[in-house]
C-alpha cells in the first residue's frame, strides 16, 4: 500500500469488540512506545534530543512511572528539567512576566509520545480508508464494528479522501455507522436512567455499571478503562 503501515493491527482492531477500533490501536501503539523510552530510547542522542524539547504528558509520566526503568526515567527528566529550566529567568516587567508564563505553558502540554502516536494515527486512518476501497472484506468487518469515538471519527472524516474513488461510499458507511452508534449510547443512557425510576422499584434489571463510561468513551476517546462487571 502507498502509506507504509501495518494493516494486521488495523484488521484485529476492527474485529475486536470494542468502543472504538482506533482506541485500540492508539493503546497497543502508546504501550510500545512507552517500553521503548524505558529501555534503548533512554541512550540514544536522537530520542533523547526529542525528549528534552518535548518531555511527556501526565498520562505517558503515569506510565513511564509505573514501569520498571526508575533509573532511565531520571536521567530522561534530568535533561528535560534543565531544558524547562532554561526559561526560567528574571522578569523586569509584567510583559515579560506575561512572556515567560507563555512559554512555560507550552512546555506544559507537549509530549514526544503523543506526537509519535498521532503521526501514526493519522497514517493508520489513512490506510482504514484505503483499505475500505481496496479489500472487499474490510468494507464487511468496517460496516460491522461498534463505530468510533468522537475524536477518531473526526480524524477518519480528515483522512477520508485517501478512499479514493470509493471516497463517498466511505463516507456514507462511516456517517451511517457512526450515528448508529451513537443512537445505541444514547439508549443505552435512557435505560440507565429508566433503572432509577420510582415507578421500576423493586426489579430484578439492574442498571448497567458500564453504561456511563462507554458513554464517555465514545465522547472524548480512551480516557476511562471497561469495568469488570
Known sequence: MP????????WEAFRADC?????????????RLVEQYLNEA?????????VNKYGFCTEHLRALFAGKNKLGLSLQLRTRTEEVRSHITPCASYRQALQQADALQKTMHTCVICNTVDDMMRRYAQTVA????????????????NGFCLPHYALLLRESNKAGRLTKAY???????????????????????????YRNAGSAVRPDP???????????????????G
Open 171 to 197: 463516507l456514507s458507511q462511516l456517517v451511517l455507522l457512526q450515528n448508529r452508534t451513537v443512537d445505541r449510547v444514547c439508549h443505552d443512557l435512557d435505560r440507565f436512567a429508566e433503572r432509577f425510576d
Open 19 to 31: 468502543d472504538c477500533p482506533l482506541c485500540e490501536i492508539y493503546n497497543a501503539a502508546s504501550d
Open 3 to 10: 502509506y507504509h503501515i501495518q494493516t494486521e493491527p488495523i
Open 42 to 50: 533512554v541512550m540514544e542522542p536522537d530520542y533523547r534530543v526529542q
Open 210 to 228: 458500564d453504561t456511563i463510561p462507554k458513554a464517555i468513551r465514545k465522547l472524548k476517546g480512551r480516557i476511562l478503562p471497561r469495568t469488570n
Open 130 to 145: 484505503q483499505l475500505f476501497a481496496d479489500e472487499c472484506d474490510f468494507r464487511t468487518v468496517f460496516g460491522n464494528s
